[in-house]
């Protein structure tokens, strides 16, 4: 191995522990604990060092955040193998989302509300952020497939955040995922095209 490509890999290997510092911190105790001078302390290297790797702690969340949009978008991928009914798949992918949201609160946290300067809607959108928007776009009706996962992807969100502030009552969970499913779909005929991942 040569020196630049150690170097690189020992930064990469720095970096990683730093986001993995961040997300543990993060969901241990809230976002409000993640410092440069606590990741510092817990990843034994100087602030300087982290100030090489990350410009600012939004920076740190922004890698935080991408990282959840990856593990989401698989989640989303895998969610409907196996179904080849429209409705059911994309039942499974919102199940998925949901479960993901609820497991991983302080990751959808940064990936969805915290200060990280990330940009969707526009093309310079971190590739796992497009993964995930295709995943959901994968199951949503024929049409206008960008609106109709908007929509969709606004749902969820909406479910997410409301379900979580203890705005809405939690017995009623699998009655709004169905009614969010079936609003989308429209009517009882409808089938999509189903593909799972190779």
């Known amino acids: 191995m040569g020196v630049a490509e150690r170097k690189k890999r020992e930064r990469d290997d720095r970096e990683r522990r730093i986001t993995a510092a961040a997300r543990q911190i993060a969901t241990a105790e809230g976002w409000e604990a993640v410092t440069i001078r606590r990741l510092a302390e817990a990843i034994e290297y100087s602030q ?8 600012n702690r939004d920076a740190i969340v922004a890698a935080v955040a991408v990282e959840g949009f990856r593990e989401l978008a698989d989640a989303l991928q895998c969610a409907p193998e196996g179904h080849t009914d429209g409705r059911d798949a994309m039942r499974a992918v919102a199940s998925a989302y949901l479960a993901f949201a609820w497991k991983q609160p302080a990751i959808y946290e940064a990936m969805f509300a915290m200060p990280t300067g990330l940009r969707f809607a526009e093309a310079d959108a971190p590739p796992a952020a ?6 959901l776009a994968a199951v949503v009706p024929a049409g206008d497939v960008e609106t109709a996962t908007e929509t969709f992807w606004a749902a969820l969100h909406g479910l997410v955040e409301l379900d979580r502030a203890g705005r ?7 009655e709004r995922l169905t009614l969010a499913v079936n609003g989308l779909l429209g009517h009882e005929g409808y089938a999509v095209a189903v593909s799972t991942k190779d």
């Open 48 to 55: 300087p060092v982290l100030y090489s790797h990350f410009a």
């Open 130 to 135: 497009r993964d995930a928007f295709a995943a």
């Open 168 to 174: 809405i009552r939690p017995s009623a969970r699998e």
